[in-house]
């Protein structure tokens, strides 16, 4: 079955990094655009970044110039670079991909930004 796993949240300050990673499984990664949302309790889930299995990546304005979403096929993995962090970055930030017309989600990691 499908399987995304997020880590590499935590709480850092205004102008720190993180590094995001999702885990895949149970199924052919590499056919698959990955995207990393972000949501903050009582709004909707916000697409971030999407990459595809041929590593073309698009980038929301908001974090353009800051955030780099990449991926590894081998590893069935991908990750969000977050560089220059903001306390608006605040929120959980969810892997997720749609087979079939369904959309997957891994449980999210919280990312934490500030003084």
């Known amino acids: 079955q499908v399987q995304l796993v997020e880590s590499g949240g935590g709480l850092v300050q205004p102008g720190e990094s993180l590094r995001l990673s999702c885990v895949a499984s149970g199924f052919n990664f590499n056919g698959y655009i990955l995207n990393w949302y972000r949501q903050v309790p009582g709004k909707e889930r916000e697409l971030v970044a999407s990459i595809t299995g041929t590593g073309h990546a698009n980038h929301v304005d908001s974090v353009k110039g800051r955030f780099t979403i990449s991926r590894d096929n081998a590893k069935s993995s991908a990750y969000l670079q977050m560089n220059s962090l903001k306390p608006e970055d605040t929120a959980i930030y969810y892997c997720?991909?749609?087979?079939?017309?369904?959309?997957?989600w891994g449980p999210g990691t919280q990312v934490t930004v500030s003084s």
């Open positions: 997720n991909i749609v087979r079939l017309g369904v959309p997957y």
